[in-house]
């Protein structure tokens, strides 16, 4: 799932087991899979220097994790879609367990081990 441009519609009814298989998790044994967006809320307190020093890497951080951010919206939006049109109208908890699916087939461990996955060691 490197490749940020396949917007190929998604098998609804792979998706609708995939969602499944999660619902039935122990998330006591497992853990939870996680999208985490960090922000530098200090940074306009560092001095001038430091400041722009922080901004540079900053911008060099966020182009490098913009396609990877860009991947995962597209693969959200593509399952919601494909659950869609065959007309299955999306609960809370259904967006919420597509969010989970995102994060597991782009960072869980079995997508990272196939090599499908978008974290870079």
Do not use: C
Request: hydrophobic share 45%; aromatic share 4%.
């Amino acid at each position: 799932m490197n490749d940020t441009t396949d917007l190929s519609p998604l098998d609804p009814n792979a998706l609708a087991e995939a969602l499944s298989r999660l619902a039935a998790r122990n998330y006591g044994e497992e853990g939870i899979p996680m999208l985490l967006i960090l922000e530098n809320a200090a940074g306009e307190a560092l001095p001038g220097r430091r400041r722009a020093q922080k901004a540079s890497r900053h911008a060099e951080l966020e182009a490098q994790t913009e396609p990877m951010v860009q991947a995962a919206g597209q693969t959200f939006r593509g399952a919601v879609t494909s659950l869609e049109a065959v007309g299955h109208e999306l609960a809370a908890s259904e967006l919420a367990r597509i969010i989970e699916w995102v994060a597991n087939e782009r960072f869980g461990f079995e997508s990272l081990a196939a090599g499908r996955g978008d974290a870079q060691g």
